[in-house]
């Protein structure tokens, strides 16, 4: 809901609708004082104003064919329940916040060391493309130096690393915890195989060969997010290597 445009129109209807009930106020405070006519152009914008109105509170003005509508009691309803809606359209914002559930908040500083650390100087300069960067390849660094293996790229190593078959000379793999006969252990195995590489793939080669990219600060602190997912598992496995 544009709450923005509820409140310019309904603070529009009210500052006119104050003018006809002052015109009101003086002809009944002195009888010399002629009534007003009634207020066509307010009726029309009462129209616009109702319908805002009754986005926020649904039985708005439900009261109001009891009166006559150029009476005070009939304008003295709008005026109680417009006033009513222009409030709630100037705090609904913040009363939604506050009642919205508390949400968790992703903390760089949590991150795993192998990603902040590197990427935290270039963070506090904005460069959020090079931090990113700069995470990913240390991520790599630490991959290769795990499995003493510099003779292929950030993503084969990633695919052959986590692979679930049987490691084979000078290709070790990294392997978590647990029952390797189950479904569960060789999903792991794949899930990070395949994250992993498509990390190094979607986000590292992107920010590795474009001259800018259009990442908010929110979009790249996911992707350091997501470098510091597979520095943790990498950190978690154990290497296994060939007979």
Avoid at 18 to 41: F, K, M, S
Wanted: net charge negative; proline share 5%; with cysteine.
């Amino acid at each position: 809901m544009d709450h923005a445009y509820a409140i310019e129109k309904l603070t529009y209807f009210l500052d006119d609708l104050r003018a006809h009930l002052a015109h009101i106020d003086a002809a009944v405070a002195d009888n010399g004082v002629d009534w007003p006519d009634w207020p066509q152009e307010l009726a029309i914008d009462l129209v616009r104003a109702r319908r805002i109105a009754e986005a926020y509170t649904p039985d708005t003005l439900s009261e109001l064919h009891q009166y006559d509508s150029n009476s005070l009691g009939y304008w003295q309803l709008v005026r109680r329940d417009i006033t009513e809606a222009f409030g709630l359209a100037k705090s609904e914002d913040e009363i939604s916040a506050f009642l919205r559930p508390a949400s968790p908040s992703l903390t760089a500083e949590a991150m795993h060391s192998w990603v902040w650390e590197p990427a935290a100087p270039l963070w506090a300069a904005e460069a959020h493309q090079d931090a990113v960067l700069t995470a990913a390849r240390t991520v790599n660094r630490r991959l290769q130096q795990k499995l003493s293996r510099h003779d292929v790229g950030d993503k084969e190593l990633c695919q052959q690393s986590f692979a679930p078959t049987s490691p084979t000379p000078g290709k070790p793999r990294l392997r978590f915890e647990g029952d390797r006969t189950t479904p569960t252990w060789r999903a792991r195995q794949e899930g990070a195989m395949h994250v992993s590489a498509g990390a190094f793939l979607g986000i590292r080669n992107l920010a590795a060969h474009e001259e800018t990219v259009t990442w908010t600060e929110q979009e790249a602190l996911e992707y350091l997010a997501a470098f510091s997912v597979v520095a943790r598992w990498i950190e978690e496995c154990s290497v296994e290597t060939a007979p």
